[in-house]
């Protein structure tokens, strides 16, 4: 039988103070992820991604992040996807990366907006061209009649690009960036007293404060 309940595990792989971190919680975040990679982590680019319809249901899964910059962090997707109707209709949206390998969270929220088509352009033309290819098949999210369907549709995409010309980026696939006004670096540490580091600010481009939380 399972014992979740004695399922219990002691964090002592770091600890974490304002000063280590910097004075960017977006560059921080950049440098976490590429520690993640260097420890081992499976996805360490993964996040929780969670959106809100307009009645104020919460709904939540994981994507890729593509990239970090100066005001927020990137990920791709099917814009008609449910997270796309909820992403462009509210306007908000909050994310949360977990490291088991590093016992590192890193939480944020703020505003959600598309990325520029342009952008969207330069980063589906760097995908492997299956990828590129596998994006015009699914209608991601809607209901389909059963695997058939998904892989009748696959034939029919790459019949449509047997040619081994270029593969445009459909209409209906692109990017979000959302840019944070909270962020907050968490580091497990021993007997449950973890680290607990959050930055604030008013809107993009204004300053970060920073305050310590309680675990
Ligand atoms: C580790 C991981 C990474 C994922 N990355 C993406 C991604 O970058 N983009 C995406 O659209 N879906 C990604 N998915 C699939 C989503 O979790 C989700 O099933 C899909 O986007 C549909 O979500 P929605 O119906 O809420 O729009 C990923 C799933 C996992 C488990």
Redesign the pocket.
């Known amino acids: 039988m399972s014992d979740l309940a004695g399922m219990r595990k002691g964090y002592t792989v770091g600890a974490l103070d304002a000063e280590a971190l910097g004075g960017d919680p977006l560059v921080a975040l950049e440098r976490w992820i590429v520690e993640a990679a260097e420890a081992g982590a499976l ?1 360490p680019n ?1 996040f929780a991604l969670a959106s809100v319809s307009e009645a104020g249901a919460p ?1 939540l ?4 992040c593509k990239g970090v910059d100066g005001s927020g962090i990137s ?4 814009l008609e ?4 109707r909820e992403l462009d209709g509210q306007g908000v949206a909050a994310a949360t990366f977990w490291w088991d390998v590093l016992e590192r969270q890193v939480r944020l929220e703020g505003s959600v907006a598309r990325v520029p088509d342009a952008e969207a352009d330069a980063y589906f033309a760097s995908r492997p061209r299956g990828s590129r290819v596998g994006a015009w098949a699914s209608p ?2 809607r209901v389909i009649e059963g695997r058939e369907e998904l892989e009748r549709r696959a034939v029919e995409a790459e019949a449509r690009f047997a040619d081994g010309g270029e593969v445009p980026r459909p209409p209906f696939w692109g990017g979000y960036r959302i840019t944070p006004v909270r962020m907050e670096f968490w580091q497990g540490r021993e007997s449950r007293l973890h680290d607990r580091i959050a930055f604030e600010r008013e809107a993009d481009g204004a300053p970060w404060r920073t305050v310590r939380l309680a675990p």
């Open positions: 996805e993964a709904s899964r994981f994507v890729l990920f791709y997707t099917n996807s449910r997270k796309g991601q999210s």
